[in-house]
């Protein structure tokens, strides 16, 4: 079985989602889908994409749910992708925080990387907006060893309107 992690931005730009769906299912090609879990936090944006592709590829999907009262993160629509997801899920563990918070994503961005074999980022290299942000897990994993590829385009910037949780 290898493990796949992942993280990554929550508003990824219009000219970027093309790119990082072909990037994504490229990675995703050279692994055995019948070996493969992708594990992720399901959050909006990247998060989703992600586990909608492991999904597409025919492998299982691990989700590690930050806190309690996660759901309140989402709006309508991410929302109601995220349940799709999630029902989809084989395995999950909810966090034994008492509600989101910058501690509760970093936790779980942290055991997302602690359980991959690879961690892939969907990741601008910027720093992240608030702790437990992509930038923090993509640094956690480097420090420990973890092989990382990031997936970005080239010359694309995001909005950084407010905070993000992946």
Request: hydrophobic share 35%.
């Amino acid at each position: 079985m290898t493990v796949v992690g992942f993280t990554g931005h929550q508003n990824i730009p219009a000219e970027a989602i093309e790119y990082v769906k072909d990037h994504l299912r490229s990675e995703l090609k050279t692994f055995d889908p019948q070996a493969l879990v992708g594990t992720c936090s399901l959050a909006d944006g990247a998060d989703q994409l992600f586990a909608q592709l492991i999904i597409d590829a025919g492998g299982g999907l691990n989700v590690v749910i930050p806190s309690s009262d996660y759901e309140t993160t989402f709006d309508t629509q991410s929302l109601r992708r995220y349940h799709q997801l999630l029902s989809r899920a084989s395995k999950t563990e909810t966090l034994n925080w008492p509600e989101p918070s910058e501690d509760a994503f970093l936790a779980a961005g942290r055991l997302v990387a602690d359980r991959s074999d690879v961690l892939i980022a969907v990741w601008d290299g910027q720093e992240a907006q608030g702790k437990g942000g992509t930038a923090d897990i993509v640094r956690y994993a480097q420090q420990n060893g973890k092989r990382t590829i990031i997936i970005w385009p080239k010359g694309v910037t995001r909005e950084r309107p407010g905070r993000e949780l992946s």
